[in-house]
């Protein structure tokens, strides 16, 4: 029996759906995806297309509930998970509930797939609804380490004037030379590169240095191709550190917001215990935003990385919790994770000190 034209609809997204989508998008997001984006996103990810829901208003696609398909190392095994990307509901079908019906029967298809953890790196607003509505857990925050390349353009770029940038500016300025320092090391056996694809050393790298790290997502030569190389509307920047030849580090850099001044690293990946690797691929990271008239670098650390948290420090990085400067820097960003089995997962995903986390687990970067 059909359903009357007035009757809201709820069905699995198909890639038809493409256009619509970026409507969709445009309203809800304020972005301008392209078809070819929405296929790239949901349905040739490695890894296996979307679980989504849509929502049908007289023919005309009204909401959406996406979760991208994603493996995470839990331990020494790998796991399906997935990632919550995208909720969207047109301005026309509010006020009915469609965030937390499509949310669940997103989650439910994912859980009938096998899928055993989701994940979200979470906005105020959809953290909110998402703890609330939908059972995910708050995991925690992760902290935003920054490298400063230019105080007064840093301070100009976020909007500031007068007796306000000034005080902005030497509280910036104290920071940096109290937590700032930068440590010079060298090793001329070290290259860096910039290079255009993601080859088979990426694989080594990463098995190497996933060992140290409980809960992360599978950084593999796949995952990396399809996520930075592929991507048909961002712009990355993929740095190699090489001793003789021998890949030692990575880093991926996006442009994202590039026209507020900043420079993020996506991805930072270096073989464990190689500080001078990670030293020389830092100093070109910040080399690079430089050149590219950015005032700030960007990295996403958590405080158990104790390996990491030091390679940024001693490469001029600050992280600091006091609130004095919050609109330059936004210091922390949520995690909200749920599990979709009976089964207790180890390591345990909702304990933030499980996680390695960059800014590329937020598909924002």
Avoid at 42 to 56: D, K, L, S, V, W
Avoid at 136 to 151: I, K, Q, S, T
Avoid at 170 to 199: F, K, P, Y
Avoid at 260 to 271: D, P, S
Wanted: charged letters at 20%.
């Amino acid at each position: 029996m059909n359903q009357p034209e007035s009757e809201l609809v709820l069905r699995p997204v198909e890639q038809r759906d493409a256009r619509a989508l970026t409507v969709l998008a445009r309203e809800n997001l304020h972005s301008e995806w392209s078809e070819e984006f929405v296929q790239w996103k949901y349905f040739q990810n490695p890894a296996g297309r979307i679980h989504g829901c849509c929502a049908e208003l007289a023919g005309e696609l009204v909401g959406f509930y996406g979760s991208n398909p994603i493996r995470i190392k839990m331990g020494d095994d790998v796991v399906d998970g997935v990632q919550a990307v995208d909720a969207m509901v047109a301005s026309s079908a509010r006020r009915q509930g469609l965030f937390s019906k499509l949310g669940h029967r997103s989650i439910a298809e994912a859980a009938q797939a096998g899928v055993t953890l989701a994940y979200a790196i979470a906005n105020p607003i959809s953290r909110a609804g998402s703890v609330k509505r939908l059972a995910f857990g708050d995991v925690g925050e992760v902290p935003r380490y920054v490298r400063a390349l230019n105080l007064r353009d840093l301070v100009r770029v976020a909007g500031l004037t007068g007796y306000r940038a000034l005080v902005y500016r030497l509280a910036l300025r104290a920071m940096v030379s109290v937590h700032g320092r930068l440590t010079t090391a060298t090793d001329g056996e070290i290259q860096i590169s910039q290079v255009d694809t993601i080859d088979g050393r990426f694989d080594t790298l990463w098995a190497s240095a996933a060992v140290e790290l409980p809960v992360a997502v599978v950084r593999d030569r796949a995952y990396l191709t399809w996520r930075y190389v592929h991507n048909p509307l961002a712009q990355y920047a993929i740095l190699t550190a090489e001793r003789s030849h021998d890949l030692r580090g990575y880093a991926i850099l996006s442009h994202r917001d590039l026209v507020k001044g900043v420079i993020a690293i996506a991805e930072l990946l270096v073989a464990p215990g190689d500080h001078l690797a990670g030293m020389a691929l830092l100093a070109r990271v910040a080399t690079y935003a430089m050149e590219k008239d950015a005032v700030q670098v960007q990295c996403w650390m958590l405080p158990q990385h104790m390996f990491y948290t030091d390679l940024l420090r001693k490469s001029g990085f600050i992280y600091s919790d006091v609130r004095f400067v919050p609109g330059l820097f936004g210091y922390t960003t949520s995690l909200i994770a749920r599990t979709t089995t009976v089964h207790t997962l180890s390591p345990d995903p909702l304990q933030l000190r499980h996680w390695y986390l960059t800014m590329g687990d937020q598909d924002y970067y």
